[in-house]
């Protein structure tokens, strides 16, 4: 499978943006990169996924470099809500893994007020 | 609410108990999961079913045992467990096309489980 890294921890101040990176140089022409974060002592959740074009939802933006080799998920204004670990997950349909996420160790945010 | 529900959220279990975790999705999905997230380490997989039939087991000890009865329920069976096991099991569920990679996963809750 192809292999995402991620920092293992970034800081934001509450309200300012925050640009999670991704790196992801071998990527494939088929797969999807995938984002989750996971809050304290709960399940994973769906941030955002994409292809090759940016993606914008309620949530998040995801910005895709022209190369596919690099992603940023951007979080426009955080809060203290937006404490997680982020998973940067790439997903195709000849993955190794089949249907199932390869969840890494991700970036764990913290917010401070 | 994901529409992915998990009992019990917490279980305490002795390494001779036989004990069952259930998972329940109202979303209509062909394909579910069971992961393992043991304390600070990465999520990990241990069985995918789709369309109710087992398609990948990671190497999971036989003391693990899924069941999936029916595309809307998920079980693992757990016998003689280890301390070790202690971990908190996550049930999810998507719907799968055979082709594609861009279907997102609703994870439930989780169950804490303690083998003592």
């Known amino acids: 499978d192809a292999k995402t890294t991620q920092p293992n921890s970034m800081e934001s101040n509450e309200e300012e943006p925050v640009h999670l990176p991704c790196n992801h140089s071998t990527i494939s022409g088929t797969d999807y990169i995938h984002w989750y974060r996971q809050l304290p002592s709960q399940g994973p959740e769906y941030v955002i996924h994409g292809l090759t074009s940016n993606v914008n939802n309620r949530m998040a933006s995801l910005a895709i470099a022209e190369d596919r080799k690099s992603s940023t998920l951007i979080l426009h204004r955080a809060t203290l809500r937006d404490a997680a670990v982020y998973y940067c997950i790439l997903r195709g349909p000849n993955s190794n893994s089949g249907y199932a996420l390869n969840f890494g160790k991700g970036t764990s945010l913290l917010v401070t007020p | 609410e994901t529409g992915v529900t998990q009992t019990p959220r917490h279980l305490v279990m002795g390494m001779t108990n036989k004990k069952s975790l259930k998972c329940e999705q109202h979303?209509?999905?062909?394909?579910m999961y069971w992961y393992k997230q043991s304390a600070k380490k990465p999520l990990e997989l241990m069985f995918v079913?789709?369309?109710?039939?087992?398609?990948e087991n990671n190497s999971v000890p036989s003391r693990f045992s899924p069941e999936c009865p029916n595309s809307s329920h998920l079980f693992l069976h757990l016998h003689t467990l280890q301390p070790e096991d202690s971990a908190l099991y996550l049930c999810?569920?998507?719907?799968?096309?055979?082709?594609?990679?861009?279907?997102?996963?609703?994870f439930g809750p989780g169950t804490r489980l303690t083998v003592l």
């Open positions: 999810a569920s998507s719907q799968e096309s055979r082709t594609r990679g861009d279907n997102e996963q609703f």
């Open positions: 979303l209509g999905h062909n394909a």
């Open positions: 079913y789709n369309f109710k039939e087992q398609t």
